[in-house]
């Protein structure tokens, strides 16, 4: 296998691959993570392109081969660190309030990413959540809105700069995970919403007990699946399109 970099950072590589393997390496690597996020209560702690291996299969042309030759996995599992019921509460909270479009959701999570909060005092705190209501009014309306996880964090990160609100290192570390997830997909497969694939998982692990979600996890796993395969059906037969409107 190879890292993904050597397609993220090649033109060339990355248009040498078919629409089905690119999805098919997106849709892999969100299953991954989301995975480690909500049923592991894992967080991998240098997560960046080169430790994601891609493994292709070459056609006798040396042309990658179709999906059903790729294959996905993460490296460095030495530096794995599993996370506390408190910093899933509010990570995973602070992704399915992007996802939704409640920036007030968004900004009281982002608000606990620190025991020891230096924007504390009630006028900083209600400044900071009503400017992350005001960016998601326009930068994240929601599902199926086109909402990319990777343009409405560093738009959060500018506000937590601007209101000087503390985040503690495990919880940076999520966000430039996050951050590394949405940017390989926004090269390789531009079309694919994070967010929106996401959507079936983050809404029942918003609803249900822990270990009830576990539980459920294989059939909404096989569930998003089948929303994938559709959509990589659409993108294989439409170069252009709004593929998006099947997750």
Partial sequence: GVPSST?????????????????YIVQRGVDIYFKMLLVDGLMHADLHPG?????????????????????????????????TTTERLH????????????????????LSFS???SCSPPRCSAAF???????CATACRGYRTGTKLGEVLPLALGLVRRHRVSIDANYMTLVINAMCL?????KLEPRYN???????LLSVYQRVPRPVFRLLFP?????????????TRCLVKHATGNCARLL
């Fill in 91 to 110: 990570f995973i909270g602070l992704i399915a309030a992007i996802a939704r479009g409640d920036g007030r959701a968004a900004g009281v999570h982002l």
């Fill in 115 to 117: 025991a020891t909060q």
């Fill in 51 to 83: 430790n994601i291996i891609v493994n292709v299969e070459a056609k006798r042309d040396g042309l990658p081969a179709g999906a059903a030759g790729a294959s996905i996995a993460l490296v460095d599992w030495g530096l794995v660190a599993t996370l």
């Fill in 129 to 135: 959540v009503e400017a992350m209501h005001s960016m």
């Fill in 194 to 200: 994070v967010l929106d694939a996401a959507r079936p």
């Fill in 182 to 186: 949405e940017g390989m997909a926004a």
């Fill in 7 to 23: 397609f993220l950072d090649d033109d060339d590589s990355a248009a040498r691959l078919s629409p089905a393997v690119r999805h």
């Fill in 219 to 231: 059939a909404l796993g096989m569930y998003k699946r089948a929303r994938d395969r559709r959509v």
